[in-house]
C-alpha cells in the first residue's frame, strides 16, 4: 500500500502563513521579543517606502493564475511534518509518499511526529532537514535507542527505567535540553514531544529565531489534543533563542525558569565548517552540566577535506572531553543530487566521564 504521512490535524494552505508575533511571545525572553519587533517594524517600514515612492518593482510579478498557484505552493511548503521511524532511518514527511507493507505501518505510525517550519534564510543553511538532525531524532524519539545514547547521564541520575516505568515515561522526560546550529529544529520539537524542557537556538536572524518560535507554538497546538498534563508542562517551558557560537551563554541558560546547565546538547550537521568548531566545542563545554551529554552529528559533504571535518574529535578530546564515536548511520541525502555519503551520519557522543 501507499502511505502518506501527514499530521494529526490536516493543514489548510492558510494554517501555514506565518504567525503573528504576538502570539509567538510566550516562546521567547523578553529582550528577543523587542528585537524581532524592531526588525518586523523596519521590514514594515521599508516596504511603506518602497510603495510610496512607486519602487514596488514586484508588483504584478504574482498576476498570472500559475503565478498565485506558485505563491500559494511555496508559502504551503514552509511548514512540514516529519515522523520517526522505528522501520526506516530517514523517518518520514508529510509530502513524501512512501511504498509501505501492511505489516511496517505500525512501526512507522507509532513514532513521534513533530511539526517544523522552514526560514527564508538559507544562511548557515538551516532551511534545510538534514540528514543528521534525522537521524538524532530517530535516536530520540525511540524509547531504547534514546537510553542507550543518554546512558552515561541516566546511570549518573539513576534514571535507567524498569520495563513498567519506561511504558509509562519517556527517557527525555523532565531533562534540560539545547540544540544549537538548530534550523528547522527538528531534534528539539521531538524532545519536547517527549517530555523535555527545551531551548532551541540558532544564529541571531529574525526571521530564523522567529520560524523556531513558530516550530514551538505549532508543536504545542498538536500536543495539546492528546498529551498528558505532565508532558505539556515541561513543552510549555521551550524557548527560541539567538544564539552564535562562542559567545556568553547567559541567555540561553536564562531561558529555562532554573537558569541551568543543559543534560543534553545537540548540534547536527554543525561539523561542515572546521574553523568554526572550536566556537562550536566552547559553546558545548559551557552549556553542558557535569553529567550532561552531547550529541554532535554530522555527514562528510566535501567542502573540505574529509580529515579537517573529522579533527572534532581530538579538538574535543582537548578539551577535555570524554569522545565516543557511535555507530554511523546511512540515510537518504538531503537534497537531489547529492553524494550518497552526504546522508552517511557520523555521530560523536561527548561527556565529562573518564573515558
Request: glycine share 6%; net charge negative; charged share 25%.
Amino acid at each position: 500500500m501507499t502511505l502518506t504521512l501527514t499530521s494529526s490535524a490536516a493543514m489548510t494552505t492558510d494554517d501555514h502563513a506565518p504567525i503573528d508575533l504576538s502570539t509567538l511571545s510566550k516562546w521567547v525572553l523578553p529582550n528577543t521579543l523587542l528585537w524581532l519587533e524592531n526588525v518586523e517594524k523596519e521590514e514594515r517600514a521599508s516596504r511603506e517606502d518602497i510603495e510610496k515612492e512607486g519602487l514596488n518593482y514586484g508588483a504584478g510579478l504574482f498576476d498570472t493564475e500559475a503565478d498565485r498557484e506558485e505563491e500559494s505552493e511555496l508559502q504551503h511548503n514552509r511548514v512540514g511534518t516529519w515522523i520517526t521511524s522505528a522501520s526506516g532511518s530517514d523517518g518520514g514527511f508529510d509530502w513524501t509518499e512512501n511504498e509501505v507493507q501492511n505489516d511496517q505501518c505500525p512501526k512507522i505510525c507509532a513514532g513521534v511526529s513533530v511539526i517544523y517550519t522552514t526560514s527564508t534564510s538559507s544562511e548557515g543553511h538551516g532551511n534545510t532537514v538534514w540528514a543528521s538532525a534525522r537521524h538524532i531524532s530517530n535516536l530520540l524519539g525511540n524509547r531504547e535507542s534514546c537510553r542507550q545514547v543518554l546512558s552515561p547521564l541516566l546511570r549518573q541520575r539513576q534514571r535507567e527505567s524498569t520495563p513498567a516505568t519506561s511504558q509509562q515515561k519517556h527517557p527525555l522526560f523532565g531533562l534540560s535540553f539545547v540544540e544549537l546550529g538548530a534550523g528547522a529544529g527538528v531534534p528539539s520539537w521531538t524532545a519536547m514531544r517527549c517530555g523535555a524542557r527545551v531551548v532551541c537556538t540558532d544564529q541571531s536572524v529574525a526571521d530564523r529565531i522567529r520560524c523556531i518560535a513558530e516550530c514551538a507554538e505549532r508543536n504545542w497546538r498538536d500536543m495539546k489534543k492528546t498529551e498528558s498534563e505532565a508532558v505539556l508542562e515541561n513543552a510549555k517551558m521551550a524557548r527560541s533563542c539567538p544564539y552564535n557560537w562562542g559567545a556568553p551563554i547567559e541567555e540561553v541558560t536564562l531561558s529555562l525558569d532554573k537558569n541551568e546547565l543543559f543534560d543534553v546538547v545537540i548540534a547536527a550537521d554543525c561539523c561542515y565548517m572546521p574553523f568554526l568548531q572550536p566556537k562550536l566545542l566552547k559553546s558545548i563545554d559551557m552549556l553542558m552540566s557535569k553529567e550532561g551529554v552531547a550529541l554532535v552529528s554530522f555527514a562528510l559533504h566535501g567542502n573540505a577535506p574529509d580529515e579537517d571535518v573529522w579533527g572534532v574529535v581530538d579538538r574535543a578530546k582537548e578539551l577535555g572531553f570524554c569522545v565516543e564515536v557511535l555507530e554511523p548511520k546511512q540515510l537518504t541525502p538531503s537534497t537531489y543530487g547529492m553524494e550518497l555519503k552526504q546522508g552517511l551520519v557520523q555521530t560523536v557522543r561527548l561527556t565529562r566521564q573518564l573515558c
